[in-house]
């Protein structure tokens, strides 16, 4: 594709939302677009949407037209700028460095950088971008895949992130096997529900924890057996698991170990709670450690959403292996309810975001 096609396309896509954006008539294209914003560290509640520049991607990048954006912890924490070691590390001392929210997309690629090999004007696509609660955002190329055939452009947005890391936790990291015996704590959340049917596609024998309100639908995912957190403490079973993945709680490793076999893997993802500064993070720092002085391998876990990845993905989806596990979906206009309601425990599975027909 050369230089004036794809600035053509870009153009005439940009021009398609003008309508819906600011105004502008077909004669020119938008220079704005609606988009979820937020300005200021603080509560989900303060996310609100507002007329943006449309974005331009670089040479390394894609311009998408959004149809759906999928809901994950990282939206909460980069809202709030919560724990603060978030800050530090690059996302904006004293605001948001990226205004828009939003993380997972899926959509049609409606311009490419000149260093695009990969995709064309008119793919559908999912994956991370900069931005994705809006008409537009830009990723980069390597952070994008064609979309799963036959998959919903909601389903599509509810995967990049939460698969991903699943893929991650499971294949990568436990290198989970026929046969093993695997608990997945938190395995309703977006990760979790992801991690469960990627075990269980792996032919291991899977154990979910999830409230009793949540449970049918780790079931559902093919789990064999729910305990319900609120009511049984799964760290007091008088058995061991050959790997634990915990998508999110705040377990003492002392505790994991004890239901760990003696040569098992932990697998410790995110962590939510904890102090202001690290929040949950503090055991998958310590666990590496700890895991030198033992036959148990124990390990924190670090997420990057890739092309690779997302093919891998695909290729699971399209097997019939894994599928999205959407609960509910919201407007744009509604974006900070989906996060509010997602930091609040009320979605089994994944939320998402509808910018334009998501079908």
């Avoid at 007329?51 to 999928?70: K, R």
């Avoid at 990723?139 to 998959?151: F, I």
């Avoid at 990568?172 to 093993?180: L, W």
């Avoid at 079973?237 to 076999?261: A, H, K, Q, Y």
């Amino acid at each position: 594709m050369n230089a004036s096609t794809t600035a053509a396309a870009s153009a005439a896509s940009i021009a398609a939302a003008a309508s819906a954006t600011d105004g502008t008539s077909d004669t020119g294209p938008a220079s704005t677009m609606s988009a979820a914003v937020q300005r200021r560290y603080a509560g989900p509640e303060q996310i609100r949407v507002d007329a943006v520049p449309v974005p331009q991607p670089a040479d390394d990048e894609v311009l998408v037209e959004v149809h759906a954006a999928g809901v994950d912890r990282g939206v909460w924490h980069l809202a709030t700028g919560r724990p603060l070691v978030m800050r530090a590390i690059g996302f904006g001392l004293r605001r948001p460095k990226q205004p828009v929210q939003g993380t997972d997309v899926a959509g049609v690629v409606a311009a490419v950088g000149s260093a695009v090999t990969r995709l064309e004007v008119g793919d559908q696509v999912f994956g991370s971008a900069d931005g994705s609660f809006a008409q537009f955002a830009v990723a980069k190329e390597s952070r994008l895949a064609k979309k799963p055939a036959g998959t919903s452009m909601i389903d599509a947005s509810a995967m990049p992130v939460s698969a991903v890391t699943a893929l991650i936790a499971v294949e990568s990291s436990a290198q989970v096997k026929a046969g093993q015996r695997v608990l997945v704590i938190g395995a309703s959340g977006g990760v979790g529900s992801f991690a469960v049917q990627m075990a269980v596609a792996a032919g291991a024998h899977v154990t979910g924890v999830a409230s009793a309100a949540k449970s049918e639908l780790v079931r559902e995912l093919g789990a064999e057996r729910v305990l319900d957190y609120r009511t049984a403490d799964v760290t007091a079973l008088d058995e061991t698991f050959d790997v634990i993945l915990d998508t999110g709680g705040l377990t003492p490793l002392r505790r994991l170990r004890r239901i760990l076999s003696p040569t098992g893997t932990l697998v410790i993802v995110g962590g939510e709670g904890g102090d202001s500064v690290l929040g949950g993070s503090g055991r998958a720092l310590v666990a590496p450690l700890v895991s030198t002085f033992t036959s148990q391998r124990l390990m924190g876990l670090m997420s990057a959403t890739s092309s690779d990845r997302l093919e891998r993905v695909r290729e699971l989806v399209e097997a019939g292996s894994v599928r999205a596990a959407v609960d509910r979906t919201y407007p744009l206009d509604r974006a900070s309810y989906a996060v509010t309601d997602l930091a609040d425990g009320r979605i089994a599975g994944k939320a998402v975001v509808t910018v334009r027909d998501a079908s």
